[in-house]
């Protein structure tokens, strides 16, 4: 797809799939005792169902989506605000979604504004936000 | 010798400031981190815009995110808001460390949060990742309702 058409105003950008699984979980948050994320019985005291996934798993996703638009000019020179809004659980599946929100002058290039948020397997909203980087 | 209190909302001050050691970024810190969140970017192993392999630019985040830790016990707590200025690649080989503050503290619907701004720098002290997250604290004793 053409740059231009990629980073129009109103496009949507292709979705993004994640399966969070209890090892992924292990691996992004380190394993140890009294972890709402990696120990099941201190989450479940804590008044949580089950483990929980880091909020900044989803940024993470967001960053992947974003660097697959923009590439370097989001590795360097981008940037992420998001707010989490509702528990992700170990064995959820959150689609992260994006919509070019805005486009202004930058430098030499062209700073691109995407509103993002992910959902999970039941259709709510788990994080909102806005992510930027620069077109070339 | 540090010692470390138990983080609360009333030990808590804003303007302290909070300091990471030291972590030499390997190879196999971001291809663990490729598997953590499932992004396998060629970037991250190989050639890159930046002449060599980069790490995923969220790869430091929780360096930033555990400052209190090198103050605290921290009981538990849930990430509310986090935002991210990615100014320099992180290459692989990078001695990086994280520098905070508590820039607030509040209260919101019975829930306690504290706000911190963050800076992610090389050895030179070259800012790699600026940015601030707000984390609620769940207080000793008590449970999370639930969201």
């Known amino acids: 797809m053409p740059v231009a058409e990629a980073i129009a105003k109103g496009h949507e950008l292709p979705s993004l799939t994640k399966e969070l699984s209890q090892r992924r979980i292990d691996v992004y948050s380190g394993v140890r005792p009294r972890s709402i994320h990696t120990d099941e019985d201190w989450a479940r005291e804590k008044g949580f169902r089950t483990t929980l996934a880091q909020g900044m798993m989803s940024t993470a996703y967001v960053s992947e989506m974003m660097t697959r638009l923009l590439g370097a000019g989001f590795v360097k020179g981008g940037t992420i605000s998001m707010a989490f809004i509702k528990p992700v659980y170990a064995g959820d599946r959150l689609t992260v979604h994006g919509v070019v929100k805005a486009t202004r002058p930058e430098g030499a290039g062209t700073r691109v504004v995407v509103e993002v948020w992910c959902q999970n397997q039941h259709g709510e909203k788990t994080a909102v936000g806005t992510a930027s980087g620069l077109a070339p | ?147």
Do not use: C
Not at chain 2, 103 to 127: C, H, L, N, S
């Open chain 2, 1 to 147: 010798m540090t010692e470390f209190p138990k983080l609360s909302y009333e030990a808590l001050t804003v303007g302290e400031e909070f300091v990471s050691d030291p972590h030499l970024v390997t190879p196999e810190d971001i291809e663990a981190y490729a598997f953590a969140v499932d992004d396998h970017h060629p970037w991250f192993s190989g050639p890159s815009p930046f002449g060599g392999p980069v790490a995923h630019p969220t790869l430091m985040a929780n360096q930033a995110l555990h400052l209190r830790h090198s103050k605290y016990v921290v009981h538990a707590g849930l990430h509310a808001k986090m935002e991210f200025n990615f100014l320099e690649p992180v290459r692989p080989g990078m001695r990086v460390r994280s520098r905070g503050r508590v820039i607030d503290k509040y209260e919101r619907r019975g829930r306690q949060y504290m706000v911190t701004e963050y800076v992610t720098e090389d050895e030179t002290g070259q800012a790699l990742v600026r940015g601030q997250f707000t984390q609620m604290l769940i207080p000793e004793g008590t449970r999370h309702a639930g969201r």
